[in-house]
């Protein structure tokens, strides 16, 4: 019901967008971003509600934008000036709670994640 495609490999100080196709219940209140590095626990990176409210971790503030386009049920992040520590697993994933979540295991849906390689 999510899935995430995007990624790939770029330098550092590239950009990359990655996009989050959902359907049915999984294009909920909440839809966001996550990932996971090897050997590093998934972590939060940005969420948006339907309304178009939106949180990010502070590692991505002012380099990563999340939007959503309620039309095509579809959910982007875009992604500037790429670090090497960016590396990793993307996940989109979405959930239908009233209040906005950094915690993974509030999700409900997730996608099946997308490689971001940033090379120095």
């Known amino acids: 019901q999510l899935q995430a495609s995007g990624g790939g490999l770029v330098q550092a100080g590239g950009s990359l967008r990655l996009s989050c196709a959902a359907s049915g219940r999984a294009f909920s209140r909440f839809t966001g971003w996550f990932r996971q590095a090897p050997e590093k626990e998934r972590e939060f990176v940005a969420v948006?509600?339907?309304?178009?409210?939106?949180d990010y971790a502070d590692s991505v503030k002012g380099r990563f934008t999340i939007s959503r386009d309620n039309a095509k049920n579809m959910v982007y992040l875009q992604m500037n000036n790429l670090k090497p520590e960016d590396t990793a697993v993307y996940y989109c994933?979405?959930?239908?709670?009233?209040?906005?979540?950094?915690?993974?295991?509030?999700?409900?849906?997730w996608g099946q994640g997308t490689k971001v390689t940033v090379s120095r």
């Open positions: 994933a979405a959930h239908e709670k009233i209040w906005s979540t950094r915690a993974p295991h509030f999700y409900d849906y």
């Open positions: 948006i509600s339907f309304g178009g409210i939106t």
